[in-house]
């Protein structure tokens, strides 16, 4: 069960934090702008306040073995 969590924070963690920070550095590599990075950043930070229940259903837990059909 610990695994489990831990694994939860680990994910929560590359999409909020590292994936954006990455994406951003890169695009204000590449364009030779900071101002640019910065707004890619925001854009990204945004959408995942947007998307926050669809990164709870796709993260959440998957383990539903304890449900029965009918």
């Known amino acids: 069960m610990a695994r489990q969590k831990l694994i939860r924070i ?3 963690f590359w ?3 590292v994936f ?3 994406v ?3 695009v204000g ?3 030779h702008s ?3 990075g910065f707004k890619t950043f925001l854009l990204i930070e945004c959408a995942m306040a947007v998307l926050i229940p669809l990164l709870n259903a796709v ?3 998957g383990d539903h073995s304890h ?3 009918k």
Do not use: D, K
């Open 20 to 22: 954006p920070v990455v």
């Open 29 to 31: 590599t590449l364009t």
């Open 67 to 69: 449900r029965q059909r």
């Open 59 to 61: 993260i959440g837990n």
């Open 10 to 12: 680990l994910n929560y």
């Open 24 to 26: 951003s550095v890169l």
């Open 15 to 17: 999409l909020l934090v």
């Open 34 to 36: 900071v101002s640019l």
